[in-house]
């Protein structure tokens, strides 16, 4: 079935790294992504991987992804307290068109 | 590029009376897709559209909710009539590929 899971809470110092994991069950999703929502807002895409991929850098964003255990880990190098936000997981089974989210997992960025 | 436009911001309806939700996607996209969010159940894909054209609305939660696409640049989601479980936040989201690109989504609340 399609699930993809999350830890709901992590709290972490300013100017740590950060990193946020993900499993999902579908195997043939051929993309992963990264979303942020910030309080009131609607969801903006971080960043995404190719299933071919083991590794994404984005600045002071990492993606890596484990096919093997269907596990997917966002890494923020030098978290900021504007980098409180929701973080959501999401696959795609079945095509980049659908996605699956997670129930996302809040970052708090404490001083 | 203004982004995905949505309409309204928010609605206050009450149990019964029918809502209507707009959507503006981003202009050349070709993809455009409604997801509700709520607490209970998280980012869910109700409907999307390819070229105008429903996709898939294996999401849509009953025969209550309703979704069209008129033209390339416009969609309307309908409750009619709205209930009370129906309050959530409804987003919008259309794409030109493989990354989906989000609206700032309609925080709906039926009494």
């Known amino acids: 079935g399609e699930d993809v899971e999350q830890s709901l809470f992590l709290s972490v110092r300013e100017g740590d790294s950060s990193v946020i994991n993900c499993t999902y069950t579908d195997s043939s999703s051929t993309y992963l992504y990264w979303y942020k929502q910030e309080p009131g807002a609607g969801l903006q895409l971080l960043t995404y991987i190719f299933s071919n991929m083991d590794m994404k850098q984005d600045q002071r964003l990492t993606v890596l992804l484990n096919k093997k255990d269907k596990h997917l880990s966002l890494r923020i190098a030098d978290t900021q307290t504007g980098d409180s936000a929701i973080y959501f997981c999401a696959e795609t089974p079945g095509g980049y068109n659908k996605l699956i989210f997670g129930a996302g997992t809040r970052l708090a960025v404490h001083p | 590029d203004a982004g995905v436009i949505q309409s309204p911001r928010h609605e206050v309806t009450e149990m019964g009376q029918e809502v209507t939700l707009r959507c503006k996607p981003i202009?050349?996209?070709?993809?455009l897709f409604w997801y509700r969010q709520t607490m209970m159940r998280g980012l869910e894909l109700l409907i999307y559209f390819n070229n105008n054209v429903p996709i898939d609305d294996s999401g849509m939660p009953e025969d209550r909710f309703s979704a069209k696409m008129p033209n390339a640049s416009f969609s309307t989601l309908k409750i009619q009539p709205s209930e009370p479980r129906d309050s959530a936040v409804y987003f919008c989201a259309s794409s030109g590929g493989e990354t989906q690109y989000f609206g700032p989504g309609t925080r709906l609340l039926v009494l």
């Open positions: 202009s050349g996209h070709d993809y």
